[in-house]
C-alpha cells in the first residue's frame, strides 16, 4: 500500500462554494476539548456496561462503541478532532416518494446524530441529494418533465417525510447538480493520478490500478460484477470499471466538461460533495447495507486515488426493511412509501416499529409489529399524560434530595441503561425496554391504592415523568403535546377499523344497554366485535372507554384460519 500511495499527487483543494465554514471540518487541525461538557446521565455502577456480541469487554459506558463494516467489529468511537464529528450519510435518489427502507436509514442515522449530540460533541452532519441519475432522467422523460424540476420536488417531498418521522434536519443538504465544478475537479485529480481513462467523452475508473479494491465489501476483484446501474461496456478496459462521467446523450440534461457534454457517475458524486463539506478525512460515513458495494467500495477507491490522506474511520451500515425475508425496494415493486404508512399509522409508531430492532439487522415489514409499536407509542403517552393530569400546573421545583431513594434509584438506573445501551453500537431495542420499568412505576403511583399513599408522590411522578421525556426527546419520539398524540393516535386506529368515533360511541351504548339487560352474550359479542378490528373497550366505575390494541385477527391467527 505505501508503494501505491507514493504515486499520488498533492490533493488539491476544492473551490470554496460559499457554505458557512463550520459546516465543514478542514483537516488537520489541533486538537481542541470539548466546546461543552459531554452530556451523560450518572451510572449508577460499574457493572451497567454495554454488552457485546462477540464477547469483547468494554472498559466503561462512557465511551461510544460503533460497529465498523471495514473492520467487521466493534470499535470505539475517537473523533479525528476532540469534540467534533464530519458525517455524511448518502442520500436517496430523488425521482420517486421514499419508501420505508429509506426512512429506516435516515431514523438510523438520525439517532446517531442525537446521540453525538448528547454526549456532547459538535456534529457537521451531511445528507446529500442525488438529483441527476439515470433512474431521474427515465421518470421525468415519461412524464414530460424537466429532470431537476421533478427530482427538487421529490426532495421536497422527501424532506416533508423526514419532518414527518421527526428527523432533525442535517447540517448541510447538498444536491449533485449545484456541485458539478466539484466533481469534474475531483476527475480531473484522478485522471492526473493514473487511476482513470477516457474513452468516446465517457471517463472510467480504472479498478486495477487499486490493488486494496474490495477491502470494504470483501469482495475479491475476479468475483465483480460489471458495474451497476449501468449496462455493460465493451469500451471499459475490466468489466469492474466504473464511469465517473457520462456522455450525455440525444436529450439528456448536460454539463460542460473538458471532456465534453456530459453528467457525473453516480459513485463520483459522494467523493466531491464529502470532500467539499468535511475533506477528504473524516469520521463517520453511513448508508444502508446495499450501498457497501458497489458504491462505498467505490467512494474509497475513487477518493483516495484523487488524495493520498483521504480516510474514513468508521464505515457505518444499517440492515434492510424486509417484505416476507425479500429486501423492500423500489426495482422489486415490493416497496411501501413512507405516505402510505403514515396515512394509518402514527408517525411515531413507524419511528418506533424501526427503532424496536437493533439497527444492524433485517427487520420484517408486517401489519402485526406495526400495529405492536401503535400500541405501545399509546401506552407510553397515555402514561405521561395521566401523569401530567395528576400533577397539574404544580411544576415541582423539588430536588432529587426530596425525591424517595426507591425513586432515585430506579430513575439512576434507567438513566445508566440509556447510556450502556445507546453507547453499545445504538441498541434501541434495549433502551426502548428498559422504559417499560419508569412507565410501571408512574402508573402505580397514579392508579393503585398503595402507589397513591406514597410519600412525595407528586415529586416522584414529576421526576420521573422529567426522565422519561429527557430519553424520548434523545430518540426523537416526544410529541409536541401528549394530548394531541394520544388523539392523533385514536384517529388512526379508527381509520384502520374503518369506523369513526360514532360508530364507536353508538356499539358502547348497545353494549351498556346490554349488560343492563343481562343480555351477556350480546355485550360479550360486541366487545370482541370491536376488538377484532384494534378496538379496545375498558370497563371502570366512570363508565366505557375506548383505547387502541392490537386487533385480535392478528393477535390470534390460528384462530382465524
Known amino acids: 500500500m505505501a508503494s501505491l500511495l507514493n504515486l499520488f499527487k498533492s490533493c488539491r483543494p476544492f473551490t470554496p462554494i460559499g457554505l458557512p465554514s463550520r459546516l465543514r471540518i478542514q483537516l488537520p487541525l489541533s486538537p481542541r476539548k470539548l466546546t461543552q461538557p459531554r452530556r451523560s446521565f450518572t451510572p449508577l455502577s460499574s457493572s451497567s456496561q454495554p454488552s457485546t456480541n462477540n464477547g469483547d469487554s468494554i472498559p466503561g459506558v462512557n465511551e461510544l462503541w460503533l460497529h465498523n463494516t471495514m473492520s467487521k467489529k466493534k470499535e470505539v468511537f475517537k473523533p479525528k478532532v476532540e469534540g467534533k464529528v464530519g458525517m455524511y450519510v448518502c ?5 420517486d416518494l421514499s419508501h420505508i427502507g429509506h426512512a429506516r436509514v435516515y431514523v438510523t442515522f438520525d439517532l446517531l446524530f442525537r446521540y453525538l449530540k448528547h454526549l456532547g460533541y459538535d456534529v457537521s452532519y451531511v445528507r446529500n441529494f442525488t438529483d441527476v441519475d439515470d433512474k431521474i432522467i427515465a421518470r421525468a422523460n415519461e412524464l414530460g418533465e424537466d429532470p431537476i424540476s421533478l427530482s427538487r420536488r421529490f426532495c421536497e417531498e422527501f424532506n416533508r417525510d423526514m419532518k414527518q418521522l421527526q428527523c432533525l434536519d442535517p447540517s448541510v443538504e447538498p444536491r449533485v447538480s449545484d456541485h458539478i465544478p466539484q466533481i469534474i475537479d475531483l476527475i480531473k485529480q484522478i485522471l492526473d493520478n493514473g487511476y482513470a481513462y477516457e474513452v468516446d467523452g465517457d471517463v472510467y475508473f480504472s479498478v486495477d490500478k487499486f490493488p486494496t479494491y474490495g477491502k470494504l465489501s470483501g469482495r475479491k476483484l475476479e468475483d465483480n460484477r460489471a458495474g451497476e446501474r449501468v449496462a455493460v461496456d465493451t469500451r471499459k478496459r475490466h468489466p469492474a470499471d466504473f464511469a465517473l462521467w457520462k456522455t450525455a446523450k440525444e436529450g439528456e440534461v448536460f454539463w460542460e466538461s473538458p471532456w465534453g457534454r456530459g453528467r457525473p457517475g453516480w459513485h463520483i458524486e459522494c467523493s466531491a460533495m ?6 477528504y478525512s473524516f469520521d463517520i460515513h453511513g448508508g444502508g447495507m446495499d450501498l457497501v458495494f458497489p458504491h462505498h467500495e467505490n467512494e474509497i477507491a475513487q477518493s483516495c486515488a484523487a488524495c493520498d490522506s483521504s480516510n474514513i474511520s468508521y464505515w457505518i451500515h444499517n440492515g434492510f426493511v424486509t417484505v416476507d425475508s425479500e ?14 404508512v403514515i396515512d394509518l399509522y402514527h408517525p411515531l409508531a413507524l419511528r418506533l416499529f424501526l427503532m424496536g430492532t437493533h439497527y444492524r439487522s433485517p427487520i420484517n415489514y408486517s401489519d402485526f409489529l406495526l400495529e405492536s409499536a401503535s400500541e405501545r407509542v399509546f401506552y407510553i403517552f397515555q402514561t405521561l399524560h395521566d401523569c401530567e393530569s395528576v400533577l397539574g400546573d404544580q411544576a415541582s421545583t423539588a430536588d432529587n434530595g426530596s425525591v424517595p431513594s426507591d425513586i432515585l434509584t430506579s430513575i439512576n438506573t434507567f438513566r445508566s441503561e440509556f447510556i450502556a445501551s445507546m453507547s453499545d453500537d445504538l441498541h434501541t431495542p434495549v433502551t426502548l425496554a428498559a422504559m417499560s420499568e ?10 393503585t391504592r398503595k402507589g397513591k399513599k406514597q410519600p412525595r408522590r407528586e415529586e416522584s411522578l414529576k421526576a420521573l415523568e422529567t426522565t422519561v421525556r429527557e430519553v424520548l426527546t434523545m ?6 403535546s401528549y394530548s394531541e398524540v394520544l388523539e392523533q393516535l385514536k384517529e388512526k386506529a379508527l381509520k384502520r377499523a374503518g369506523m369513526n368515533e360514532e360508530d364507536v360511541l353508538q356499539r358502547v351504548k348497545e353494549r351498556t344497554d346490554a349488560r343492563k339487560n343481562k343480555e351477556y352474550e350480546r355485550s360479550d359479542s360486541i366487545r370482541k366485535e370491536l376488538a377484532n378490528v384494534g378496538i379496545a373497550l375498558m370497563d371502570s366505575p366512570e363508565g366505557t ?4 390494541a392490537i386487533p385480535l385477527a392478528l393477535q390470534e391467527p390460528s384462530t382465524t384460519t
Open 327 to 340: 429486501k423492500m425496494s423500489k426495482s422489486l415493486g415490493n416497496f411501501f412509501t413512507i405516505r402510505q
Open 545 to 548: 372507554t375506548w383505547r387502541p
Open 274 to 279: 464529502s470532500a467539499a463539506y468535511l475533506g
Open 438 to 447: 419508569p412507565l410501571k412505576t408512574i402508573n402505580d403511583l397514579i392508579h
Open 475 to 480: 430518540l426523537g419520539l416526544m410529541p409536541t
Open 91 to 95: 442520500g436517496v435518489t430523488a425521482y
